[in-house]
């Protein structure tokens, strides 16, 4: 008991001599930024002496830090009502007003600040002090831990650090990272902490998604086992006259009930789990940032904004991602005004908030996620799984191999290297599993290449007028071309209006990526081939000759299921296979079952439509504004990687191939076994926490 209490009284003296040298510091940058700053004066105008000048900053630095420490959160949680995009300029501007009233409680109210002047000096300040505050502590591991313990906002789950001996995993995912963009970041020495951990502690795998390459259905058969009658991105569906998109809180939320409904089981992370930055939960009793929550009213079980508020409650971390927020958002503007200058292609509009969405995506949630993730890691939590968006959506607008986007691949590389120093100082030994959930395939967008969108196709199929803007391009001559030959007659040039008989007759096109969705909302069951031709007899053949058309899936009634391609080639959905001629053969292994299984989706659109692919150079054409495109089939969009710790066992036997998300969910859970059981020695010296 003596012992315990003079360890206690131990680590109190530790934190008083840690707030003293923090305050001092805080009070020699005041004195520093008052001589430097003409509009922040800290003495009278008649002149004072050296002591007073200096008990003023001692106080005004004194009364700025307890501010911080008690307003802060308060502000913090206000903060949570506003959006995303806006908070960085909140930050600043909070930041300096409690500068400001910090320095009307000093002596005689001399110290003066202009409020732009207040701005820089607050946001200075609190970054030195929580330099200062960080240095300190990591000389301490116990104060060091307590502090990232706190930046997670683990206050009311607070466990004691001496945890399991057993590993626990944390799922790293780098989402859009295709498996060979990762080997040449490696080979390109962009990622040195990816290079260092396949040189001795890692094994990288590919594996193969289904026909819907994006996070939606990856990353719910990853964490609930299944993703059965995910089609793509967005479909409609008949049944209840709505548009499901993935990205939505609330068709997050319905897919995710779903999927336990499907599956019996809450998923991955239901034992002692935390999920960060993902569309699902993984049935984890920690959340912060998941979207299928997000849509519910804010209460104790739906903690989705809390990871905002854990983070931001450090004042300094808020003003150093606000600063980089606004450096990214500045960067994002002169690449793309450089792209413009230089008239590279191909090229999309990057223009609006997207500036401020790229900042968001590879600032914001990044350094939300990986101080969330950290705290897990310090909380001693079984199994953590995280989604880095960064590179995903900086692909999708400067293309995959884009300088843009290895600056983004570097940048990851360095959040995963922060959480293995991390790893370090947890209470459990921990294994590193990166993996991504789809990749990116390049190429021109269908509507620059041919001068009209999907949708323009689909109107010109069914006899409808299509807008003269659609023939403005280069190349649109192709497309019109297709289109006359098809229909045996001139696209329409006057643009007018045309209402065809009957409500909700035309069709309802959706794009999710490269893979394109055509259904009717007016006919409640799939339509059938037959149908569609007795309908609008040209579509099909208009769909299916079109030069940036790889292959059409619809329902038949004589074969069940066919698969078009150009010059009338059809074949039945049983009869499909990979080593057989016909509209599949340039996707490679796999497509055949791909789409055989989306076929038997309950929900699968009346006419699903692949855009043309390039083996030679890896090219599709996105129905999407993307130069950098995934959700169909076709190169390195369908080839993500899972890279994993030598002490687990491998992802896949000999000559077998992993495919499909529920088959890396299976995996996963071995892994998680694995972990409760014996642990088996890595072997790599002078590294016994990060496997």
Same mark, same amino acid.
């Given at each position: 008991m003596r012992d315990v209490g003079a360890g206690r009284w131990r680590r109190i003296v530790s934190q008083i001599g840690r707030s003293v040298a923090v305050w001092a510091v805080s009070t020699l940058t005041m004195l520093v930024l008052a001589g430097i700053l003409p509009d922040f004066q800290i003495r009278s105008g008649d002149g004072d002496s050296a002591t007073r000048i200096a008990v003023t900053a001692a106080i005004g630095a004194g009364a700025f830090g307890l501010l911080s420490a008690l307003a802060w959160p308060v502000l913090v949680r206000l903060l949570l009502l506003v959006p995303a995009l806006v908070l960085g300029l909140l930050v600043f501007f909070l930041n300096g007003a409690l500068l400001l009233v910090a320095l009307r409680l000093t002596p005689a109210d001399r110290p003066e600040a202009a409020p732009e002047t207040a701005v820089v000096v607050a946001a200075v300040m609190s970054a030195v002090a929580s330099a200062t505050g960080a240095a300190l502590a990591v000389r301490d591991d116990d104060a060091y831990r307590r502090r990232l313990y706190r930046l997670a906002d683990r206050r009311g789950t607070a466990r004691r650090f001496e945890g399991p001996t057993t590993a626990g995993v944390v799922f790293l995912q780098l989402d859009g990272v295709g498996h060979d963009v990762l080997v040449r970041a490696v080979e390109k020495g962009l990622m040195p902490t990816v290079a260092?951990?396949?040189?001795?502690?890692?094994?990288?795998?590919?594996?193969?998604?289904?026909?819907?390459?994006?996070?939606?259905?990856?990353?719910?058969?990853?964490?609930?086992?299944?993703?059965?009658?995910?089609?793509?991105?967005?479909?409609?569906?008949?049944?209840?006259?709505?548009?499901?998109?993935?990205?939505?809180?609330?068709?997050?939320?319905?897919?995710?009930?779903?999927?336990?409904?499907?599956?019996?089981?809450?998923?991955?992370?239901?034992?002692?789990?935390?999920?960060?930055?993902?569309?699902?939960?993984?049935?984890?009793?920690?959340?912060?940032?998941?979207?299928?929550?997000?849509?519910?009213?804010?209460?104790?079980?739906?903690?989705?904004?809390?990871?905002?508020?854990?983070?931001?409650?450090?004042?300094?971390?808020?003003?150093?991602?606000?600063?980089?927020?606004?450096?990214?958002?500045?960067?994002?503007?002169?690449?793309?005004?450089?792209?413009?200058?230089?008239?590279?292609?191909?090229?999309?509009?990057?223009?609006?908030?997207?500036?401020?969405?790229?900042?968001?995506?590879?600032?914001?949630?990044?350094?939300?996620?990986? $101080?969330?993730?950290?705290?897990?890691?310090?909380?001693? *939590?079984? %199994? #953590?799984? +995280?989604? @880095?968006?960064?590179?995903? &959506?900086?692909?999708?607008?400067?293309?995959?191999?884009?300088?843009?986007?290895?600056?983004?691949?570097?940048?990851?590389?360095?959040?995963?290297?922060?959480?293995?120093?991390?790893?370090?100082?947890?209470?459990?030994?921990?294994?590193?599993?990166?993996?991504?959930?789809?990749?990116?395939?390049?190429?021109?967008?269908?509507?620059?290449?041919?001068?009209?969108?999907?949708?323009?196709?689909?109107?010109?199929?069914?006899?409808?007028?299509?807008?003269?803007? $659609?023939?403005?391009?280069?190349?649109?001559?192709?497309? *019109?071309? %297709? #289109?006359? +030959?098809? @229909?045996?007659?001139?696209? &329409?040039?006057?643009?007018?209006?045309?209402?065809?008989?009957?409500?909700?007759?035309?069709?309802?096109?959706?794009?999710?990526?490269?893979?394109?969705?055509?259904?009717?909302?007016?006919?409640?069951?799939?339509?059938?081939?037959?149908?569609?031709?007795?309908?609008?007899?040209?579509?099909?053949?208009?769909?299916?000759?079109?030069?940036?058309?790889?292959?059409?899936?619809?329902?038949?009634?004589?074969?069940?299921?066919?698969?078009?391609?150009?010059?009338? $080639?059809?074949i039945p959905v049983d009869e499909l296979g990979d080593e057989l001629p016909g509209p599949l053969a340039d996707f490679g292994p796999g497509a055949a079952s791909a789409v055989r299984r989306t076929h038997s989706f309950p929900h699968t659109a009346d006419i699903m439509v692949n855009s043309w692919y390039d083996p030679a150079e890896g090219e599709v054409l996105a129905f999407e504004e993307q130069i950098g495109s995934h959700g169909g089939l076709g190169g390195d969009q369908g080839r993500p990687f899972l890279m994993a710790p030598l002490g687990l066992s491998a992802a896949a036997e000999e000559g077998e191939e992993l495919v499909g998300a529920e088959h890396i969910h299976r995996v996963l859970r071995r892994w998680l076994r694995e972990c409760n059981g014996p642990q088996v020695p890595l072997g790599v010296p002078g590294d016994h926490r990060v496997a």
């Open positions: 260092s951990w396949l040189g001795a502690s890692h094994r990288l795998t590919p594996w193969r998604t289904d026909w819907s390459s994006q996070t939606g259905a990856s990353q719910l058969g990853i964490l609930h086992g299944t993703n059965h009658d995910i089609p793509a991105f967005r479909w409609y569906e008949k049944d209840t006259g709505e548009v499901m998109v993935c990205n939505r809180p609330t068709s997050a939320a319905e897919l995710q009930r779903r999927a336990v409904e499907h599956t019996g089981d809450g998923g991955l992370l239901t034992v002692d789990g935390a999920s960060r930055g993902n569309l699902f939960s993984g049935g984890a009793e920690e959340q912060a940032l998941v979207l299928s929550i997000a849509g519910r009213r804010r209460g104790r079980e739906n903690r989705s904004r809390a990871g905002y508020f854990s983070y931001f409650s450090d004042p300094a971390n808020a003003v150093r991602t606000a600063l980089s927020f606004f450096a990214e958002a500045g960067r994002e503007i002169g690449q793309s005004t450089v792209a413009r200058m230089r008239k590279r292609r191909p090229r999309v509009a990057r223009g609006g908030l997207y500036p401020f969405i790229r900042a968001f995506a590879t600032v914001v949630e990044r350094d939300v996620v990986v $101080a969330a993730v950290m705290g897990d890691m310090l909380a001693g *939590r079984t %199994a #953590v799984y +995280a989604d @880095l968006v960064a590179y995903d &959506e900086v692909a999708h607008h400067s293309g995959p191999h884009s300088r843009d986007a290895e600056k983004v691949l570097q940048r990851l590389d360095r959040s995963a290297a922060l959480i293995a120093q991390i790893a370090e100082q947890a209470p459990r030994p921990y294994r590193i599993v990166l993996l991504s959930d789809h990749g990116q395939s390049p190429g021109e967008t269908f509507r620059g290449r041919y001068g009209l969108g999907l949708g323009d196709l689909v109107r010109a199929g069914c006899g409808l007028p299509v807008p003269r803007k $659609a023939r403005r391009t280069h190349s649109g001559a192709e497309a *019109r071309a %297709a #289109v006359r +030959a098809a @229909l045996h007659r001139p696209v &329409e040039e006057d643009g007018g209006r045309h209402v065809p008989p009957g409500r909700h007759s035309e069709p309802l096109v959706l794009a999710s990526g490269n893979l394109g969705l055509i259904s009717f909302p007016d006919v409640h069951h799939r339509m059938t081939r037959e149908e569609i031709d007795a309908r609008h007899p040209a579509l099909l053949t208009t769909l299916a000759n079109h030069p940036g058309v790889g292959f059409v899936l619809v329902r038949s009634e004589e074969h069940g299921g066919v698969v078009l391609g150009a010059h009338g $080639a059809e």
